[in-house]
């Protein structure tokens, strides 16, 4: 059983910040494309941001130039660092790591975003 571990989710006021972490075991991170995604009540799950193996990343329209996704191979860790923070942002924030050719996926348990005053 793959674990994507999850932490950083809470509660911010907008305008705020928040980094999400994702942990994984390293002989998936080395190799797997890892994302966010997330789900907001009622509506799908969407694509945030993801970043191949060799650092590569693309974001959602609607997070470009707020959110950044990066990751510490060393650390085996996929970070997303999201700033001015808007209601609509409130999700639960899901991992993802993907393998760039086979159709093997593996999701973190999800943690929960609020922005709200």
């Known amino acids: 059983q793959v674990q994507l571990v999850e932490s950083g989710g809470g509660l911010v006021q907008p305008g705020g910040s928040l980094r999400l972490s994702c942990a994984a075991p390293?002989?998936?991170?080395?190799?797997?494309?890892m994302a966010w995604y997330r789900q907001a009540p009622g509506k799908p799950r969407e694509l945030v941001a993801g970043?191949?193996?060799?650092?590569?990343?693309n974001y959602a329209d609607s997070v470009k130039g707020r959110c950044t996704i990066s990751r510490d191979n060393a650390k085996n860790t996929v970070y997303l660092q999201m700033n001015n923070l808007k209601p609509e942002d409130t999700a639960v924030y899901y991992c993802?790591?993907?393998?760039?050719?086979?159709?093997?996926?593996?999701w973190g348990q999800g943690t929960q975003v609020t922005v709200s005053s």
């Open positions: 390293t002989n998936i991170f080395s190799a797997y494309g």
């Open positions: 970043i191949t193996s060799g650092g590569s990343r």
């Open positions: 993802n790591a993907a393998h760039p050719t086979m159709n093997l996926g593996y």
